[in-house]
């Protein structure tokens, strides 16, 4: 199975600043029409998952501009261009280029 | 509203069976890719069982194949999930999701594995 790998798994930032977190794949995600199944998913408490970013890069509707996704291959970013109150919450990668599809141990944002 | 609400957790003996059920609503349930995945207490997720939007193709983790079944409902816009053959490692919160140009997940169901 492809592992994917986090970090940090706990992430303090302050308000206003920028935050990064990192997810890396055991096999590359490249798929065979040049894509890859990469998605960033955040959970607030009590919630269920949201998606925020698929295909590495595409924001989903209604998800705020400060958030982007990057990466190729087996090495892929989420960034929050400026942390706001509402971004606290776990965040996680998923990639569904190999089945099974496995997912990221998960991140928590702490403001 | 978009919702997707599960049903059918509880506690099982090892070896017994349950039976899962996800009511989808507020969107077209049937033109997504349906999911069970699920969350081991202090575990990380993992994907269970996935089925293709026409239902021609079902996926299972290794390590549920031949004991769970993946299902589906169009008339009733639900998804099943058949387990069979239970085990104490199969102790996990549920969740049914749905993934096509929009992404939803219910909020799990408890399944508890356990004499």
Redesign the interface.
């Known amino acids: 199975d492809v592992v994917m790998t986090q970090s940090p798994l706990s992430l303090p930032v302050t308000l206003g600043q920028p935050a990064s977190i990192s997810c890396r794949s055991s096999q590359s995600l490249m798929y065979s029409d040049g894509g890859a199944y990469l ?1 960033w ?1 955040q959970q607030r408490p009590g919630q ?2 949201r ?1 925020l970013i ?1 295909g590495v890069s595409n924001r ?2 209604g998800v705020p501009d400060r958030f982007s996704g990057s990466g190729s291959g087996t090495d892929f970013t989420l960034k929050i261009s400026t942390v706001e109150a509402e971004d606290a919450g776990v965040y ?1 990668c998923i990639q569904y280029t190999h ?8 991140t928590k944002l702490e403001i | 509203e978009v919702q ?1 609400v599960e049903s059918g957790g509880g506690l099982v003996q090892p070896g017994g069976s349950l039976r899962l059920s996800c009511a989808a609503s507020g969107f077209d349930f049937s033109n997504h890719w349906k999911n069970w995945v699920r969350q081991a207490p202090g575990k ?4 269970v069982a ?1 089925m293709k939007p026409d239902g021609s193709e079902k ?1 299972y ?2 390590s549920v194949k031949g004991r769970f079944t993946i299902s589906r409902d169009n008339a009733k816009n639900s998804l099943y999930l058949q387990m069979n053959s239970l085990r104490a490692e199969d102790t996990a919160v549920y ?1 049914c999701a749905a993934w096509g140009s ?6 799990g169901t408890l399944v508890t594995v356990s004499s």
């Open positions: 998605e998913f269920s998952p998606r698929y989903d509707s996680f089945w099974p599809h496995t997912f990221g141990q998960g | 997707l990380g997720l993992e994907w996935n996926r983790v290794d969740y929009s992404v939803h997940w219910g909020q």
